[in-house]
């Protein structure tokens, strides 16, 4: 997080990075998917207030002033990151403050890796904004608690799978819905 940090006080950001981070990094993403591959999108999200990135990952992909600030980020190769990658996804964020002082943070292993993984909470909010992307509210919420039933136990996969084979396919850009039972 920006441990109290927002986006005006930061004047510039570098993000130093592994090579193979770089071939996926996405410097203005068109949409919060792309952005979840935009190391600028990422730091755009990680200074703005609570939560999970997603909502800040979307503003970064469609808001004026974020998009606008996304360019005050440079992404750069740190050659010394390669030998941290595969084994983690090795970064360093340097951020230049509007009172001049200079903030750097380092990280091996990403939250929601293996290594740090989300709770349950951070993992239905997760699937949650990558339903609604899809999906009306409704049949999110559907896919969801039948997601939940499985990995509780309480639902064979089988029971997942009929949730979202229920959903129909919906004119590009629009939420599609689902019957209300799989």
């Known amino acids: 997080s920006g441990r109290g940090l927002g986006h005006d006080d930061v004047v510039a950001a570098e993000v130093a990075l592994y090579a193979t981070a770089l ?17 600028a999108a990422i730091t755009y999200a990680a200074l703005d207030a609570g939560g999970l990135p997603g909502p800040a990952l979307a503003r970064a992909a469609t808001d004026g002033a974020a998009r606008a600030w996304l360019g005050r980020v440079s992404v750069v190769h740190d050659p010394a990151l390669d030998a941290g990658y595969p084994a983690g996804r090795p970064a360093r964020v340097s951020l230049r403050l509007a009172d001049g002082r200079l ?13 740090r993984p989300l709770d349950a909470t951070e993992r239905a909010m997760k699937c949650e904004a990558a339903l609604s992307r899809a999906l009306d509210p409704e049949a999110a919420a559907r896919v969801l608690t039948a997601f939940e039933d499985y990995l509780a136990g309480r639902a064979p996969v089988a ?3 009929a949730a979202l084979r229920a959903c129909r396919a919906a004119p590009m850009g629009q939420p599609r819905s689902c019957a209300s039972g799989p």
Do not use: C, K
Request: hydrophobic share 30%; no cysteine; charged share 25%.
């Open 103 to 115: 903030r750097s943070a380092s990280v091996t292993d990403v939250r929601g890796d293996s290594t």
């Open 23 to 39: 071939e996926y990094d996405t410097p203005r993403p068109a949409n919060d998917l792309a952005a979840r591959f935009s190391a």
């Open 159 to 161: 029971s997942l799978s």
